[in-house]
């Protein structure tokens, strides 16, 4: 079985549309759209608008959206505007972040972790909200609305 080649944006590539690969995708230029893959790579002169799906991704520059990963690292440099959905999270200090956070639990685990996050300069935190439910109460508090 060959093993796969790298798909690379380079520094000064706009695409706008939908990319897909099981392979290894590197953003060096500018993304409008839906990128998914298995391993996807932000790098810091790399810009995306739109939609992330990825089992693993690397956050090195701008993102602005919805991400979905298994495994999510964001670097120092980076800077983040969105909606994040994770199982595994690491942030360096001075990444820049500011979004909703939810945590992606096992099928097992009943409960269930949302919290939201804005943050800017580091580990500072602006402002976060904790919220833990199982699914069963979720349901009845929807339903009195």
């Known amino acids: 079985m060959a093993k796969n080649s790298p798909t690379i944006l380079a520094q000064d590539l706009n695409f706008e549309g939908e990319i897909s690969s099981t392979g290894l995708i590197e953003i060096q230029g ?3 759209g839906t990128i998914k893959g298995n391993n996807v790579t932000l790098r ?3 810009k995306i608008e739109g939609t992330v799906i990825a089992d693993h991704l690397n956050i090195k520059g701008k993102f602005e959206g919805s991400i979905k990963a298994n495994k999510i690292t964001i670097s ?3 800077s983040i505007i969105g909606n994040i959905e994770y199982e595994l999270l690491s942030v360096e200090d001075g ?3 500011d979004g909703q956070f939810k945590k992606i639990c096992n099928k097992n685990n009943k409960k269930k972790e949302a919290w939201s ?3 800017k300069s580091g580990s500072k935190i602006l402002s976060t909200t904790l919220l833990l439910y199982d699914s069963q109460r979720l349901q009845k508090l929807h339903s009195r609305e």
Do not use: R
């Open 44 to 46: 810091e002169s790399g």
């Open 76 to 78: 120092s440099k980076a």
């Open 95 to 97: 990444a820049s972040i």
């Open 117 to 119: 996050l804005a943050a």
């Open 30 to 32: 500018n993304v409008n």
